[in-house]
């Protein structure tokens, strides 16, 4: 039962009682009442503020006004609650509309700012590996007067590289070249023909299997693996190149990658082990050539001794010398030390790019592969052009030398391979292909005696007799490298399925 106040018949908002009339009133009508009259309003005797008395009453809830009772009322007061909801409801959206403005606006401020921390820490990056590229070169260079007809120019990067003019094939130069050939052609004699004891027989050759692979040494987003060298010293150091521009040292043995070497900015078609040193090359089509070191895992020289693309690479037996061909028709013979070029020559007559190169093992003649399908033997302290190997159709893809000294393989895209006899200076045999069969790689083992083909499958050959021992289709891709373990005792490749795979017993 709710209270009511005794003057205005309502539910009082501060009820309160009076001791004389013993009524509930509303206390501010009260109060009003005495102040004007002094006396209770129901019996007229007196009565002062003092004498009510405050009744505590949770919050009363009023009824509803008598106007609010009848249906069109009602109706009335929903039409007014539905209103203010709608102008409630236009309202937030509006604020809604406004948050996302400015949430967009912040996101794209945000997305911006990424942008620039992505480029500042690229560019930060490129200048540290320039700056750690240019500190061993100054090291290397500096002991050295550089004559005023041959200043030294930096690169792109700040990286230190010498201008296209060639310092020369001094005396000295060529003494060296020729002492190391003589020592070569003595050791060659007295093995003669014999072969060594430990090396693999071919019936056990046949019986090779794929005993490993390695698929996470490259980048799985740029997949493909370019190139492939083992250490001759030991082959066990496995070296590749891949499309992610990297340049990766594997130890077979531990199954492990030993280092990682960054610094190309586009692909690496070609890496070489040096034999003695703890030393890998590689060449790109970024045309530099880059000399690293494995322990330090950094790159210690740039060679740029091209202006286009840099396809074949090889190292002279002395070890101190590098032999590249480019596609802007030059071959160029370096010192890895100082990262000189030493004399830099092109064939006028030809005008036609370089596919690959490669040193013949006494070092002093050696041979490059051109776009329009000729082979060309080089005389490298005359630096001429000796003698020309015609026959192939296509650009030549790989080109390889017998330990003997006499047999030449060549491959080209016209799915043949091709062996030159040194001596008589002239193709001896012919091996075709299946149709549309890519050589990419060609190899012949520490002995002579037996000769790899990488390309479509793998495929080796026993030398002399050119019949076909080995046949592995095991790569999905593309195989791009193959090589020879010591004394034939694995056979490692690569390909474009980004794969590095060893074959044994």
Not at 11 to 22: G, K, L, Q, R
Not at 297 to 302: D, E, P, R, T
């Amino acid at each position: 039962m709710s209270l009511v106040c005794a003057i205005s018949n309502e539910v009082p908002e501060h009820p309160c009682a009076s001791p004389v009339s013993n009524q509930v009133f509303e206390r501010r009508l009260i109060e009003k009442y005495i102040a004007e009259n002094g006396v209770a309003p129901i019996n007229g005797q007196p009565l002062s503020e003092e004498q009510l008395i405050d009744i505590k009453v949770s919050h009363p809830i009023r009824p509803k006004a008598p106007s609010a009772t009848s249906i069109p009322a009602i109706l009335k007061s929903l039409q007014d609650e539905w209103d203010a909801v709608m102008l409630h409801s236009f309202t937030l959206r509006q604020q809604l509309q406004t948050t996302r403005q400015e949430l967009s606006h912040a996101l794209y401020q945000h997305d911006a700012a990424c942008r620039v921390i992505a480029r500042l820490t690229k560019e930060v990056t490129a200048a540290r590996e320039a700056l750690a590229t240019l500190k061993p070169q100054a090291g290397l260079i500096a002991p050295q007067a550089t004559p005023a007809s041959q200043p030294a120019a930096v690169g792109a990067g700040g990286e230190a590289m010498e201008i296209s003019e060639q310092v020369g094939m001094t005396p000295e130069i060529i003494q060296k070249l020729q002492d190391k050939a003589t020592v070569l052609t003595t050791e060659r004699k007295k093995r003669g023909k014999t072969v060594p004891e430990e090396l693999v027989r071919a019936e056990d050759l046949g019986k090779y299997r794929q005993v490993a692979s390695h698929a996470g040494l490259h980048s799985a987003s740029i997949p493909g693996i370019l190139s492939l060298d083992l250490c001759p010293t030991d082959t066990n150091k496995v070296l590749t190149g891949g499309a992610d521009k990297n340049v990766v040292v594997f130890d077979r043995r531990e199954e492990q990658i030993v280092a990682t070497l960054k610094g190309h900015t586009k692909k690496v078609s070609s890496v070489i082990y040096h034999p003695a040193q703890s030393v890998v090359f590689s060449a790109s089509p970024d045309s530099t050539i880059r000399v690293w070191s494995v322990t330090g895992g950094n790159c210690v020289q740039v060679i740029r001794a091209h202006e286009a693309s840099v396809t074949g690479l090889s190292l002279h037996a002395t070890g101190d010398y590098l032999l590249s061909s480019s596609e802007d028709q030059y071959w160029a013979f370096s010192d890895i030390q100082t990262g000189r070029v030493l004399t830099k020559v092109t064939d006028e007559t030809a005008g036609c790019a370089l596919t690959c190169a490669q040193f013949h093992p006494d070092g002093l003649i050696f041979g490059t592969g051109t776009a329009d399908s000729q082979i060309k033997i080089w005389d490298l302290k005359e630096r001429t052009n000796v003698a020309n190997f015609p026959g192939h159709s296509g650009p030549v893809t790989s080109i390889a030398f017998s330990e003997n000294g006499y047999y030449l393989a060549t491959g080209a895209q016209d799915s043949s391979l091709k062996l030159w006899d040194l001596r008589k200076l002239k193709n001896f045999k012919t091996i075709t292909l299946d149709n549309n069969y890519e050589v990419k790689s060609l190899v012949f083992d520490q002995s002579g005696t037996y000769l790899a083909v990488g390309g479509s499958d793998i495929r080796v050959y026993i030398c002399k007799q050119w019949s076909e021992v080995l046949n592995f289709p095991d790569h999905s891709g593309l195989v791009t490298g193959v090589a020879f373990g010591e004394h034939a005792q694995f056979l490692a490749s690569t390909g474009m399925d980004r794969s590095l795979k060893f074959y044994s017993l």
